[in-house]
């Protein structure tokens, strides 16, 4: 809920103080969201404006000088299991005179209560204001899991990509960051166990996460509010081979982009690797959640191999039964999934919208696992097939939230709204891409839609044209997600994402884009050889 009056504007002091309220717990997430939300409001750090007019106030305007935030958790850590379970909500008021309050139960609760006072806030050549008060802001997210998928392995992506990627997350109200660090093109994550992994299958020497780098992705996430959860896809999609190609079935196999090695189920060596070196990868990400992927396995691959095909003859395994072979092998007793288990670990595994495609069986799998849906009719049939396939299955939406291709929803997927004319308002077709739009879902399977991913595969995307795929057109994700069903496309919708584009994102650094024709003060002034998206991070 938020309440709006046509009332005075105020003014961003200068000497603005963004403080704890006195009794209240404020971590140390808090106290470096203070400093950085006082530089965003204040202009430090921000981008340099050409043609930006000042903002006009009447003599007198109040000056608003001090916002007060007040946490009611008694917890000091905010740590990934604790971010999984803490609630966002958060409650914001600005008056017409004297200071700002931000009151939340969690930590969380607190940061996305600054961004959103950051955003009520229009810039001016000298001056900052808000344009009306009071404001009264009641709010809290629809789904718990907001998140963007980013794929480094398909092209490897600098750090300063991936921590700007991080930041403009924590911006637009995302929290789970889904990182594709491996695939069947490239291996650049760094293995004390393995070194010959990333020795032989990262791209370049330079083109590498060490353990250090990961560990400084996830604080640095986790200053934002923001999960980093691994992604290690298994058994296709395989990068293993040039390091160990014994352990891959078709280690030649240039099929599917090269994403099509996978690797061979039927040997014990494969199990004994993969239990060592998820528990090495799980190890680096504190986060409770390890995605196994599990999709588009490639038959090819398989019956590439004839001690393969052999084994499969011999049992009589079709290429489908040779692949939920190996998902009861990753679930044996004294297996891969049991040992990340004990270590607190749930998982997420790729599930197809319709039988066919649907190619993970999650119920061997301990717990409630998540169902990340994928695939043609993802919306208007998916949901419901999986979630009542598994009746202890979570899921999360991605099959319609696909940034890297024109037409976001999958062809043929009888609830697409309609497609656009090439890029243009692409972002319409997240907007409507409703989680509960299937009338088929009951209550119950509802209440198991954890949320959605915003999906930036990175086959025809590198560190020089990423932020442009990603931005604005994943704010309309964002704004799905967290924001009631009833909140649909109206005359209110596009100024809204045109202003958060340009204040928000382009002010902030971001080479994103509009959503209609204007003129944003933020969008010029950049130089062939400013540093690339997110080097102001390293």
Known sequence: ???????????????????????????????????????????HGTRAAVGLREVNLPAGTSALSRVVVSVKSKSTVLNATSMAEMTESYTLHVPSNGEATIDADSTLGALRGLETFAQLVDFGLKTAAIASTPVHVVDAPRFPWRGLRLDSSRHYL??????????????????????????????????????????????CKECIYTQDDVRKVVEFARMRGVRVQPE?????????????????????????????????????????????????????????????????????????????????????????????????????????????????????????????????????????????????????????????????????????????????????????????????????????AEPFSDGNLTKEEQSRILGGMAEQWSEQVDASSIESRMWPRALAVAERLWSSRKLTINNFTVPRLQRASCQVLERRGVRGGPIEPGFCPWSLGWKTDDDPPGMRYI
């Open 1 to 43: 809920m938020t309440a709006l009056h046509a009332g005075p504007a105020v003014s961003i002091a200068p000497t603005l103080d963004i403080t704890c309220a006195h009794g209240a717990v404020c971590d140390d997430v808090l106290l470096a969201a203070f400093a950085r939300y006082t530089k965003i409001l204040l202009g």
């Open 158 to 203: 600098p750090m300063g990509t991936i921590l700007a990627a991080i930041d403009t997350m924590a911006s637009v109200k995302l929290n789970v960051m889904m990182w594709h660090i491996v695939d069947g093109n490239s291996v650049p994550l760094q293995s004390e166990l393995y070194p010959e992994l990333s020795e032989k299958g990262a791209y």
């Open 232 to 432: 290690v896809d298994v058994p296709g999609h395989s990068g293993f081979g040039y390091g160990k190609p014994a352990l891959v079935a078709c280690p030649t196999f240039e099929a599917f982009r090269g994403g099509g090695r996978a690797l061979d189920v039927t040997s014990d060596a494969t199990y004994v690797f993969l239990k060592a070196y998820m528990l090495e990868t799980a190890e680096l990400f504190p986060e409770p959640v390890f995605n196994f992927c599990g999709d588009e396995l490639q038959c090819a691959c398989l019956q590439s191999n004839p001690k393969i095909v052999a084994w499969m003859k011999q049992r009589n395994m079709s290429c489908f039964q040779t692949e939920q072979h190996f998902w009861q092998r990753m679930n044996e007793k004294g297996g891969v999934v049991e040992a990340l288990a004990a270590t607190g670990k749930q998982f997420v595994v790729a599930e197809g919208s319709s039988v066919k495609q649907g190619s993970v069986n999650a119920s061997v799998f301990p717990g409630s696992p998540i169902a990340e849906i994928w695939g043609k009719e993802a919306v208007s049939v998916g949901l419901h097939h999986v979630l009542s396939t598994y009746p202890k299955a979570r899921a999360i939406l991605g099959g319609p939230y696909y940034l890297d291709v024109q037409s976001p929803w999958q062809q043929g997927d009888r609830g697409a709204p309609g497609t656009h004319y090439g890029w243009m308002d692409t972002w319409m077709d997240f907007y409507h």
